[in-house]
């Protein structure tokens, strides 16, 4: 493009006025108002200049192309960004989407507490303050065999907050082997930290022994800790203190143990490979004198840390300041106590997390077959030659528990007519209804496993919309 080209591409962008009268702009008006409405085309119309201006090549002639491009940015500001998506990875609890969803009757005691006054801090038999734990303490006692529990925002914060108030100013002995980073940003060397705890770090990567801890023992020791290495597993010869060792030895040095769980494990699995997780209760049993988990991992509810074990422990967190700093919404309060009333009852079955972990492969092997025959019908009506078939898959729990134990599963498969899986992702992430994929082999693969009831029709109407645009370019 020479000079004169650019100048007159910059020239024939409509004016503001003219953008903020278009019908189209004005009914944007309603819902962002026309302030947002003026800096958002404004944007928009940047954004083309500076294209302009890097010589960029365009399909449409700039007066065309400038009303486009506002009305996407305006559709795009205008849209709720946090909404549902199918997940067709055969991730069940996937961070990035949300972890566990629901299940009904936890999302019915959400819907409920959230539009109405309630007895979130009051008793109404004593008719004054009563504290929100008490939703909650009860049903984990009885769940874990606990003397006492306390529920906060993550496991994170009640890493954070058991740290804080019982070691805070001396020292925290724990196995080089497990000062692990999890998920995003929690890392164990920085939360010990941040509590103010001093961490002295003993044995060796892979091999840490009872004798390592007893040797680290000074008289300024808090607490020995053991972590959960969650997403992380090292093979070969690899050794470490077990529970009752460590609960033994806090115990005749007058210490506590404590245990970072990770994922609250809350009953056994009939699948096999999950006899090698340990329960909550078992913990417990064996000595652990505090335990942390994530509620919304293997547990199946909503975000949610809890600190559960002995009482006098617990009492000192209760106390703590920065408790005020971490405690839980209502709605959440009200999800767990709902989730807990299900494993009370022994209903857990029905936990949307539980129920996908223990699908069997007949069931998915169903559930594939039924969806791939209704995206074969839809793929006929598409001009495109989509080669749409069942696969086996291998799923998994996620959350950072059992990363090494893959889940036997299925899905349908799904190979655009240009080859691009990449293409076809991108249109079914994109969809009115985003449906996350997997990929494999240049195929879109839609795992079953952790797909919600109804999904399948959804998927279907996902597929017509992102099989159209493809064939349409
Ligand atoms: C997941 C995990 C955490 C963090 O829990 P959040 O609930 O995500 O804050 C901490 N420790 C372990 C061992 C974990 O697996």
């Known amino acids: 493009m020479t000079d004169s080209d650019t100048n007159n591409a910059l020239r024939s962008i409509p004016s503001m006025d003219g953008l903020l009268n278009a019908a189209w702009a004005r009914e944007f008006s309603g819902c962002l108002g026309r302030k947002a409405v003026k800096k958002i085309i404004a944007e928009a119309l940047d954004g083309l200049k500076r294209d302009i201006r890097r010589g960029a090549q365009f399909d449409l002639p700039v007066d065309e192309l400038a009303p486009l491009r506002a009305e996407n940015l305006l559709r795009a500001r205008a849209a709720r960004t946090l909404k549902p998506v199918i997940n067709a990875t055969g991730v069940v609890v996937h961070t990035n989407l949300g972890r566990a969803p629901l299940a009904d009757e936890a999302i019915r005691a959400v819907h409920e507490i959230a539009g109405a006054y309630n007895t979130l801090e009051y008793s109404p038999e004593k008719g004054g303050r009563e504290g929100r734990n008490a939703h909650v303490e009860w049903s984990l006692c009885q769940i874990t065999g606990a003397e006492a529990a306390l529920a906060v925002n993550n496991n994170a914060a009640a890493v954070l907050l058991a740290l804080s108030a019982l070691a805070a100013g001396r020292e925290v002995i724990v196995s080089c082997g497990e000062l692990v980073e999890i998920g995003d940003s929690f890392r164990i060397p920085e939360i010990l930290s941040f509590s103010g705890a001093k961490m002295i770090a003993v044995g060796c990567t892979n091999v840490t022994r009872i004798s390592d801890y007893r040797n680290a023992i000074t008289e300024n020791t808090a607490l020995l800790l053991k972590v959960h ?120 079955g029905e936990i949307p997390v539980i129920r996908m972990i223990e699908l069997d492969k007949p069931s998915l092997l169903k559930k594939a077959r039924v969806l791939c025959r209704m995206l074969q019908d839809t793929a006929s009506l598409e001009t495109g030659d989509f080669a749409v078939s069942v696969v086996e898959t291998a799923d998994a729990v996620g959350g950072g528990a059992y990363p090494t134990d893959l889940l036997p599963g299925y899905g349908v498969a799904i190979r655009a007519p240009s080859g691009s899986a990449e293409k076809l992702a991108l249109g079914l992430r994109t969809a009115r209804v985003p449906v996350i994929p997997g990929i494999r082999d240049d195929c879109v693969i839609l795992h079953v496993r952790a797909l919600l009831s109804g999904d399948e029709r959804l998927i279907a109407a996902s597929f017509a919309e992102a099989a159209q645009a493809l064939t349409k370019r």
């Not at 329960?279 to 988990?293: E, H, M, N, Q």
């Not at 199946?300 to 002995?310: K, N, R």
């Not at 209502?330 to 989730?339: C, S, V």
Request: one cysteine or more; glycine letters at 10%.
């Open 229 to 348: 290495p969650s997403n992380y597993r090292i093979a070969g010869f690899v050794k470490s203190a077990s529970r009752e060792e460590l609960a033994e030895l806090a115990a005749s040095r007058n210490l506590v143990f404590m245990e970072d769980l990770g994922s609250g494990l809350l009953c056994r699995f009939d699948a096999a490979f999950a006899n090698r997780e340990q329960p909550v209760r078992d913990c417990l049993k064996a000595g652990s004198g505090i335990v942390t988990f994530s509620g919304d991992k293997l547990l199946g509810g909503p975000q949610i840390g809890v600190i559960a074990g002995s009482k006098d422990l617990l009492d000192r967190m209760k106390r703590h300041q920065l408790l005020r700093a971490l405690r839980v919404d209502k709605m959440t309060l009200a999800a767990f106590e709902a989730t807990l009333r299900m494993y009370l009852s022994g209903r857990q």
